[in-house]
Structure formats: structure tokens, C-alpha cells
């Protein structure tokens, strides 16, 4: 018999079909501290959250029954994914099911802040009869979405139907997918300067966090309106209410909060420009059903030992190819995410090569962790090498994948290409070495030798003496001790990159200043 714990508030319909399975037995206990649900984990196969349980390295070390951790929902931040990795626990979520919902919400959330609903609503039933409640309407008016995965998009084509005009931004939204979906392809600077009404639907990454900032709220329209119904921290909290005292933002409405629950002195909790919901943003009973069904149905696939689908840490790789592409999957993963840091516009079109002995081989699961490099950096821990190139098609998205013969005297070589909208191409190649471990050896049209590294900084420069003396003075000046230094030039005297291994993040300002150096053209920091 499978035990499955639900310790959070998930739909009892929704779970019907594990309580009627004969070979499953379900507990429901709901509102447990990370103690309580460490003391009785170790009875269980299977637990099933939402986003209220925090799923941490303790309650999985705990867990020695533990198969299968299953969301019922889309992010999942509240459970320790590379814990549960490490523990070969399967972690599953139910990325579609409350789509439609949230972006009922958000819209919802638009609405009742424009025309003052909650603050007009509470005037009401305590009996004052209040008409000075001014509202706006959404038509004619500027809509950023920042964020157009499967949530922004919804509400971009209802904002169409309010007569909105939609301002669109996502990494991965190319010129063609944004006029399908009647959104003018914009910049994050564009939407900040000129949106009436900003609404978020990213997840929270490094990049994201506090995307939306004091320098952001400085050169908004004034009066404009935010809505926040994807995650915490993705607009900076402090920096928006400084902005509602300066009258920049004329009203905020959030359905989540950098940390959940807000403490009672919360500042938003107190600001009559600020409406809440206390996380709702996937509360309807339709969703609740569609998320617990879809869990539900994996996890009985995952205890049954049958296929399945939405695995978030699981790859599907059969293990005579695991045993020969191996070696390989941290390599292809660090390629797509330096490729990735690379682009400057939406990217259209990955292109990977596979050359020599990688050419004689089934490379799919390969390319799977090349993507997930791709994405990761702006999708976050959602992708992962089982939907990674799901993710690429519901994007638009087109990964092409070549065998060449083209080694360029290497044993292997795997060469990642991103061509942007502009069809302007950013490419890096890398190859194992055995005895030596991982090598980038070509950064675009140039040749170089580097491992790859947590922290590297990518200059590109003139060919010219000084330069490197200049690049350690300023670096050393700044206290960032330079581990390797590798140089690349197509002919003497033309342009070159310069590619350097450090060994701590590089503060912004210090690549400013390296911009300031002669003959430098652009330094940015990579981080693998
Ligand atoms: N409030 C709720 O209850 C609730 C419910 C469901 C989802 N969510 C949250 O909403 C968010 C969106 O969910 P989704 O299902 O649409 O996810 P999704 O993965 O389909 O879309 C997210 C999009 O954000 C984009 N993105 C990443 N970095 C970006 C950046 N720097 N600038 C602009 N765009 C960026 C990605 O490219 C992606 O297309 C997630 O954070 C999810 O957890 C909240
Ligand atoms: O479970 C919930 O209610 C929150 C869900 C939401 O935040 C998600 O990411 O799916």
C-alpha cells in the first residue's frame, strides 16, 4: 500500500482518484510545522503541497519512503529541488492547470485598483456613503507585461478586449509571437517609462528580483498604476511604497509579498493606495480541480513506476546512453547558459552542433541540458532537461541540431548558436579535454582556451599592448583577484576578447570602469 500525505488545502475532487485507488492510501493533515512534518514523513511515499508547505532538505532527509514531492501548482519555490535531486526524490508540478485563473486575477486586481473597488466596498458597509472615489478606465491606456509566458499572454489578449494598448517584454518573445498576439514587442526601459498600468507575471530569479526598482519607479509615468500577482520580490517592495508617497504610483495591487505572510506592520497593509490579496492568485475552484487532478494522476504514474509527465528534476535517460553522454551534461549546460548571457535581443532560434565522437551518438538527452542553459537563466528553476524543449516549442522557439564533421582538431565539440530577432548570431563552442576536464574554446567568431567558471568577465576589446596590464591594475585596484586570463584575436591588430576567470561576483561599477578603459568596447560578467 502507497501512503500519500497532503499537508496542504489541495481540491477533494481534484484528489478523487488517489483516494479511490485501491493500492493508495491518503492522509490529509494540513498546517503542520516543518517539525511535525518531519516527525511522520518517514511513513509516506508520496506528499502532495501547494505553495503554503515548505518542502526543505530536513523534511526530505526524513522522508526515507519518499518517492515523489508533488505541486499542485506552478512554482516551485517552497520545495528544495536540488535537495530532492540529491535524494532521488521526484519533484512534479502542474504548470498548466491555473493558468487562466491567475490571469483572472491579475485582471481582477487592474480592475479594483482603477476604479477604488476594496477601498469604496469597506466606506460602504460601514456605513458611509462615499462618492469621492475617482476611478480610470483601462481603454486607450498603455498596458506593460512584463512576463508574456502562458499567464502574461492571457492577460494580454483580455487587455485587447478592455480597448487596452499592450506593451510586451519577455526574452523570449520574438516580433512575430508578439503581433500573433496583438502586443507591441517593447523593451523593459519602454514599459517602464510609458505603461499607465505595469502587471508582472515572471517567476523570481536573480534577474528578476526587484526588476522593478527605485531607478524603474524614477522615470514612470506619474500616476501610474502596478499590479504583482506572479511572485514576492519581483517589484521591489520598499522602492514602490517610497513611489506611492511620491505620488510617481497612483495605486499597487499585489497578490503576493516578498515574504509571506507580511508581518502585521507591513507598509502595503496600511497604505490606502495599496489594495491585497492574501496569495489567491490560483484560488478558484476550477483551478484547484485542474492542478490537484494533474498532480494526482503523476503521482499515482510515479508510485506505479508507470511514465510520466511534469517532472521537474527528473531526466528521462535511459542508462547505456546516460553512461556515454554523461561526461557531457554539465559541459552543454554551461555552454547554453554562457550562450544565453551572451544575447542582447529576443533570441528566435537555437542552433547546436554536435562534432566528432559527440556525432556518433543519440545527443537528444544532450541537447536538453544545452536548453535548459538557455532557459534557465530567465525561466528559473521551473525548467528542467524533462520539459526544457517542451518550453521551447510553446515559446515559438526553434532549436535546430546538427552532427558535423567539423572538430576543428578536437576529439568533441559542441558549438551553441543563439540567433536573435535580429537574426544577429551569439555562439560559443566547448569541448572535454580528456585529463583536463571542460573547455570553452571559441566565444563567438573567436578562438580562446578557458575552463569554464562561476565568475568570469568577458571583455571585448581592440587588439592593442596595454591592454591586459591595464585590465589586472583596475581589477587589482578593485580587489578582484584574477584567477586565469585568456585572450582571442581573429588577425593582429583587429578586434579581440578577452576572457577572465575571477574569483568573486564582479560589482557593477567595476565594469563600468573597465568600459572606461582604452580600447575596451564592452566587459560583462559571466556567471556559469
Ligand atoms: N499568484 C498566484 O497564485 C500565482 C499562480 C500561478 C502562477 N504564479 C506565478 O506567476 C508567474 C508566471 O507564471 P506562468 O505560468 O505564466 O509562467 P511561465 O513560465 O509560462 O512565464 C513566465 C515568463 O517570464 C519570462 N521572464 C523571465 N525572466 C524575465 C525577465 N527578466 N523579464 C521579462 N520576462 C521574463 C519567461 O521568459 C517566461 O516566458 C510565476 O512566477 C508563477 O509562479 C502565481
Ligand atoms: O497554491 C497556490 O495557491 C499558489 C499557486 C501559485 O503561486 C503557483 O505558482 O502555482
Redesign the pocket.
Known sequence: MFKVLVS?PISDLGIQQLVEAADVQVDKKTGLSEAELIEIIGDYDALLV??QTKVTEGIMKAGSRLKVVGR????VDNIDLPAATGRGIIVINAPDG?TIT?CEHAFAMMMALARHIPQAYAKTISGQWDRKFLGVELRNKKLGVLGMGRIGSEVAKRAKAFGMDILGYDPFLTEERAEKLGVKLSSVDDIVKNADFITVHTPLTPETKHMISTAQFAVMKKGMRIINCARGGVVDEAALVAALDEGIVAGAAFD?FEHEPPAPDHPFLHNPKVIVTP?????TVEAQEN?AIDVSEQVLHILRDEPFKNAVNMPPVASSVMNKLQPYFSLGEKLGSFASQLTAEPVKSIVIEYAGELSEVDTQPLTRYIVKGVLSRHLGSEVNIVNSLHLTKIRDLNVQVSSSSATKGFTNLITVTLVEQTNAERSVAGTLLYGYGERIVQVNEFPIDSAPDNHQILISHNDQPGIIGNVGTLLGRNEVNIATMQVGRKVVGGEAVMLLSVDKEVPKNVLTELVGLEAINSAQEISL
Open positions: 496542504d501547494r505553495s499542485a501548482g506552478v512554482g491555473n491567475t503576493v496569495h489567491l492568485g490560483a484560488s492542478v
